[in-house]
């Protein structure tokens, strides 16, 4: 059988049309700046997840848990005080926390095992640590054009602040090309970042490392998509571009590029500084709630409460209390892995990779 002459020009044109669509996807991909205005979620959501802290949640669940608890057995369980005053029900809730209790407490003690056991190793492996961390510091060094500060949000700051000058740079060197397409472009491009790096240089003055405030500020600047820009200027204008104009902008290329490990970096240190606070919680805040609900399997099955406050049964509220505080591990686990999850999850992607749908 022989080949149709046209099938060649056909497949071409079809590639070229798919090409030329993916570069208007790509040129419309946002440029949205902060972590609020990337994602579509409640400012709400994004402050409980993230921004608040982690005892406040802990607290404000333990709080709903027990008024959830009260309601429910008052309102809508008929005869629950009564089924919580016998022997069996209060044996198997509080024997239940107790051997929940130890298992997550052995959980947390194996989680902090793989922490530490991150920052073990022979002396080579530690010396080709500290090698590469010296070389990454001497690279910023260099770029930067001052030692690289030891503080993490003045390090970051440093980094934010070069990129804000090589974009002015860039600006300054396209004013007086003769296309009006690019250098509109160019400003837009060059606002926005220099916009977005006074904004995130803000938060990070005076962040201390331990708490989120660092790594947070660092999330409100989206480098990935600037990398992307530079390319995308790059390769659409390159009889446009002079060779200098080129090389300023691989040099905010370089810089932008160098934004991402600094960051990921941080984000490792606050990751491991928050599971080493999140086990040292648990391990705190488990022994109050073996001694309550120890407490509530010797002790309280004797005891009858038959009076009540405001129609509520005291019955309900020693109960919902007592198993409120014996959750509080629990509890402390899910505010702090929230955090954890939610930030590992908006940092997927290193450089210029968009998973989410972003707005311009």
Same mark, same amino acid.
Do not use: C
């Given at each position: 059988?022989?080949?149709?002459?046209?099938?060649?020009?056909?497949?071409?044109?079809?590639?070229?049309?798919?090409?030329?669509?993916? =570069?208007?996807?790509? !040129?419309? *991909?946002? #440029?949205?700046? +902060?972590?609020?205005?990337?994602? %579509?979620?409640?400012? /709400?959501?994004?402050?409980?997840?993230?921004?608040?802290?982690?005892?406040?949640?802990?607290?404000?669940?333990?709080?709903?848990?027990?008024?959830?608890?009260?309601?429910?057995?008052?309102?809508?369980?008929?005869?629950?005080?009564?089924?919580?005053?016998?022997?069996?029900?209060?044996?198997?809730?509080? =024997?239940?926390?107790? !051997?929940? *209790?130890? #298992?997550?407490? +052995?959980?947390?003690?194996?989680? %902090?095992?793989?922490? /530490?056991?991150?920052?073990?190793?022979?002396?080579?492996?530690?010396?080709?640590?500290?090698?590469?961390?010296?070389?990454?510091?001497?690279?910023?060094?260099?770029?930067?054009?001052?030692?690289?500060?030891?503080?993490?949000?003045?390090?970051?700051?440093?980094?934010?602040?070069?990129?804000?000058?090589?974009?002015?740079?860039?600006?300054?060197?396209? #004013?007086?090309?003769?296309?009006?397409?690019?250098?509109?472009?160019?400003?837009?491009?060059?606002?926005?970042?220099?916009?977005?790096?006074?904004?995130?240089?803000?938060?990070?003055?005076?962040?201390?490392?331990?708490?989120?405030?660092?790594?947070?500020?660092?999330?409100?600047?989206?480098?990935?998509?600037?990398?992307?820009?530079?390319?995308?200027?790059?390769?659409?204008?390159?009889?446009?571009?002079?060779?200098?104009?080129?090389?300023?902008?691989?040099?905010?290329?370089?810089?932008?590029?160098?934004?991402?490990?600094?960051?990921?970096?941080?984000?490792?240190?606050?990751?491991?500084?928050?599971?080493?606070?999140?086990?040292?919680?648990?391990?705190?805040?488990?022994?109050?709630?073996?001694?309550?609900?120890?407490?509530?399997?010797?002790?309280?099955?004797?005891?009858?409460?038959?009076?009540?406050?405001?129609?509520?049964?005291?019955?309900?509220?020693?109960?919902?209390?007592?198993?409120?505080?014996?959750?509080?591990?629990?509890?402390?686990?899910?505010?702090?892995?929230?955090?954890?999850?939610?930030?590992?999850?908006?940092?997927?992607?290193?450089?210029?990779?968009?998973?989410?749908?972003?707005?311009?």
């Amino acid at each position: 059988m022989s080949a149709d002459p046209d099938a060649g020009p056909d497949i071409d044109a079809d590639a070229e049309t798919e090409t030329e669509i993916e =570069s208007e996807y790509d !040129s419309d *991909i946002g #440029t949205a700046n +902060t972590m609020q205005a990337r994602s %579509s979620e409640s400012r /709400i959501k994004l402050w409980a997840t993230m921004k608040a802290d982690r005892l406040l949640i802990t607290a404000l669940l333990a709080i709903g848990f027990f008024v959830g608890f009260v309601v429910i057995g008052h309102l809508f369980v008929p005869n629950f005080a009564s089924t919580l005053r016998s022997d069996s029900m209060i044996s198997y809730m509080f =024997s239940t926390m107790i !051997s929940a *209790i130890i #298992t997550g407490t +052995t959980l947390i003690v194996t989680i %902090s095992q793989i922490v /530490i056991s991150q920052e073990n190793g022979p002396l080579g492996d530690q010396r080709e640590r500290m090698s590469n961390t010296m070389d990454f510091r001497d690279y910023t060094e260099e770029m930067i054009g001052s030692p690289s500060p030891a503080d993490p949000s003045a390090f970051l700051r440093q980094i934010i602040s070069a990129t804000d000058r090589r974009a002015k740079t860039l600006r300054d060197a396209i #004013t007086d090309n003769g296309n009006d397409e690019l250098r509109a472009e160019v400003d837009e491009f060059t606002e926005s970042l220099i916009e977005n790096a006074e904004e995130v240089r803000q938060e990070l003055n005076g962040a201390t490392f331990g708490s989120f405030e660092v790594l947070n500020a660092a999330l409100n600047y989206n480098y990935g998509i600037k990398i992307f820009q530079v390319e995308r200027i790059a390769n659409d204008y390159p009889e446009d571009l002079t060779d200098e104009d080129m090389a300023v902008l691989d040099d905010l290329k370089s810089t932008l590029s160098m934004f991402g490990p600094a960051r990921e970096h941080i984000k490792t240190l606050y990751f491991q500084w928050a599971l080493m606070d999140l086990s040292q919680m648990i391990l705190y805040t488990s022994v109050p709630g073996l001694l309550v609900a120890g407490s509530m399997l010797g002790f309280y099955s004797g005891i009858s409460l038959t009076n009540s406050t405001f129609g509520i049964s005291h019955t309900i509220v020693v109960v919902g209390a007592a198993l409120t505080i014996t959750l509080i591990p629990f509890l402390l686990l899910i505010s702090y892995i929230a955090r954890v999850a939610t930030s590992a999850k908006r940092t997927l992607a290193m450089g210029p990779l968009v998973l989410r749908e972003s707005q311009r």
